[in-house]
Nanobody, 119 residues
Framework: QVQLVESGGGLVQPGDSLRLSCTAS????????VAWFRQAPGKEREFVAG????????SGVDSVKGRFTISKDNAKSTVYLQMNSLKPEDTAVYYC????????????WGQGTQVTVSS
């Protein structure tokens, strides 16, 4: 069974940057697509960005376009979310999720990492 562990969250000021990491362990993760989601208090979870095993990226919410970039290092079984020019409205718990590439639903989830943007 694949397990996902997120790291890199924290408290930052508006305009700062953070890089989140999602590392997979367990069985081999080749052929899996991975995505970042986020959920703010009182709001629905939203899709931030995704990337396939071969590196094809999928954009999510418009509010992060041009500021957030998803990337991956297959050798390290790690997917990153580089977040620049952070805004208070980016405050949320960020989750990574994975799915076999032949499935449409993300079925494997990490525990989440808190990102707080505040002055």
């Amino acid at each position: 069974q694949v397990q996902l562990v997120e790291s890199g969250g924290g408290l930052v000021q508006p305009g700062d940057s953070l890089r989140l990491s999602c590392t997979a362990s367990g069985r081999a993760v080749s052929g899996f697509s991975v995505a970042w989601f986020r959920q703010a208090p009182g709001k629905e979870r939203e899709f931030v960005a995704g990337i396939t095993w071969t590196g094809i990226r999928t954009s999510g919410v418009d509010s992060v376009k041009g500021r957030f970039t998803i990337s991956k290092d297959n050798a390290k079984s790690t997917v990153y979310l580089q977040m620049n020019s952070l805004k208070p409205e980016d405050t949320a718990v960020y989750y990574c999720a994975a799915r076999p590439s032949y499935l449409a639903t993300y079925s494997i989830w990490g525990q989440g990492t808190q990102v707080t943007v505040s002055s």
